[in-house]
């Protein structure tokens, strides 16, 4: 009877968005006591980390590795009770360049690479040391990425290898991004490295994401939380003290509450009702989207996990070559490669038919390889995310960063955008969750964890038991 009560007191909140993000969110809300629904706009949950059939095989539908130092994914999956999926490799990275492909995996490779000069590399190496030092990212927010790397590497090294970097990552919108966002994609990579062997270290989960994306699912339910897939939401309007979540076809629904968990722009979308300004901050937050091929075939590539492209000719920012890492026989023997083309939200090749990419990035890879023919390729599949990561421009987390709160509605917005200073990852998403959580509890008038049985069913986890095991 007591339960009961407590239940039908207790806060009712929407979260909107399926993703990791959302899924997280919605568990930790519900651990909390609240009831919560979902609405996923998708049939399967899981977004960015969403599982696709290349042939007869599943994987990410993006290509996903984890870090030993990514602490919060990896207590999510002691969690779910998928550490034991968790498979670790030694991976090595290559550089193509004029025209050629060369290892970059250590430091003695580093010091043969034959593009730049001795003078050139060590300002490289004193560039990637330093910025792997820094612990307080906030002053890079006033300099921009070019000029801190002008500075610290020189104009030549700028020009034979960041900029092709930074352009393969944002396009031109690279001309805006702080220094921040270079220092998150080096402190990251230098993490990767950071384990006492001094090798790049990477982990993947047996069965992908989607084996994630699935098990939570099932806490979810579990937990007593409702999962609308399937279900785009069109708008979140306030209503009455609370929130009204519509979706074509239904009737309105009311809720104390609401979470997005969308990508900012799209929170938009969903609620044109806010304040002007605060409504322009979530639409403006400047975006770079993903174009990424996914391609099956009989032989591998290179040894590579990574490819990293400074000739600007070639049409794709990256070689990812995920049978680096994860073992070829899941795929039936065939080699599994992600070709990644970071977009503008607003570039002309957005609207490139499948076809078209498909030409000219298998005719690519022919020059780049020659040992590749595109006989040898068994499936070929383009998959498009249009708002995926928000860039860190000048001054982004006090000027540009979108609000949690955007009035004083029950509305909250939480989103990848809000990562200040790193990269967009899994476990930078659940350290958002972790950051926000406090907050949101205590406005719905709940504790973390909460009372009862679902509580104590799913005790948050303990990072330190992972970073124990890191250091040891
Ligand atoms: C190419 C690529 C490579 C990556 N590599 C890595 C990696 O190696 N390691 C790593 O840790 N991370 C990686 N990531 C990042 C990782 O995928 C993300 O950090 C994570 O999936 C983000 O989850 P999210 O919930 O914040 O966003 P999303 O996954 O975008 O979730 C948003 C959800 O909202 C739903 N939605 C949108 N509109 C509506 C609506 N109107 N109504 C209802 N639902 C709606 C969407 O369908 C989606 O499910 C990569 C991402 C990409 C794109």
Redesign the pocket.
């Known amino acids: 009877m007591k339960e009961d009560s407590e239940r039908q007191n207790s806060p009712r909140v929407a979260v ?7 899924l997280t969110l919605a568990l930790r809300l519900r651990q909390a006591g609240a009831r919560v629904t979902l ?4 049939e399967r ?6 599982g696709a059939s290349f042939g007869p095989y599943r994987w990410d539908r ?5 870090l030993l130092s ?1 602490l919060r ?1 990896r207590a999510l999956l002691a969690e779910l009770g998928l550490s034991e999926r968790l498979r670790w490799g030694i991976t090595r990275t290559g550089f193509y360049t004029d025209g050629g492909l060369y290892s970059m995996s250590n430091a003695i490779e580093f010091l043969r690479f034959p593009p730049l000069g001795l003078i050139d590399k060590l300002r490289l190496g004193a560039t990637i040391f330093f910025a792997s030092r820094v612990k307080d990212p906030r002053p890079l927010e006033r300099m921009l990425a070019t000029d801190w790397l002008r500075w610290w590497s020189g104009q030549r090294v700028l020009d034979r290898i960041w900029l092709p970097l930074l352009k393969s990552k944002l396009g031109e919108n690279y001309r805006i991004a702080s220094a921040a966002f270079i220092w998150a994609i080096i402190a990251r990579m230098y993490a990767a490295r950071r384990t006492g062997i001094k090798q790049e270290m990477f982990g993947a989960i047996d069965g992908g994401y989607e084996l994630v994306n699935e098990r939570l699912r099932s806490a979810l339910l579990e937990a007593g939380v409702e999962c609308r897939v399937g ?4 708008e979140v309007p306030r209503h009455d003290g609370g929130v009204v979540v519509r979706v074509d076809g239904q009737p309105d629904e009311a809720f104390d509450a609401a979470v997005m ?3 900012p722009r ?1 929170s938009a979308l ?1 609620c044109p009702d806010l304040p002007a300004p605060a409504h322009a901050r979530l639409r403006d937050v400047p975006t770079q989207g ?1 174009v ?1 091929a996914a391609m099956l075939t009989r032989q591998p590539l290179s040894v590579y996990y990574v490819t990293n492209i400074t000739d600007r000719w070639v049409p794709f920012t990256g070689v990812i070559e995920m049978t680096a890492l994860v073992d070829k026989e899941r795929f039936g023997g065939n080699s599994l490669v992600y070709l ?1 083309l970071y977009l503008p939200v607003d570039d002309p090749a957005w609207s490139e038919s499948d076809e078209s990419l498909q030409a000219r990035f298998l005719e690519a890879l022919e020059k780049m390889y020659p040992h590749f023919d595109r006989d040898q390729v068994i499936d070929f599949t383009i998959a498009r ?1 249009r ?2 990561l928000a860039i860190s421009t000048l001054g982004y987390s006090d000027d540009v960063m979108p609000p949690v709160r955007a009035d004083d509605s029950a509305r909250w917005f939480i ?2 955008a809000r990562i200040a200073y790193g990269t ?6 659940l350290g958002l969750v972790e950051a926000e959580l406090p907050g949101l509890l205590r406005e719905l008038g709940l504790r973390p964890g909460g009372a009862g049985p679902v509580a104590q069913a799913f005790e948050p986890p303990d990072p330190r038991a992972a970073r124990a095991e890191v250091t040891s």
């Open positions: 909107v968005g399926g993703g990791l993000l959302g609405f996923e706009r998708d949950v899981g977004g960015l980390a969403s993006f290509y996903h590795v984890i990514d994914t279900t785009p939401v069109r968990a969308t990508p799209v969903l993903v990424c990644p995310a708002n995926v989103s990848a967009l990852n899994v476990n930078e998403t």
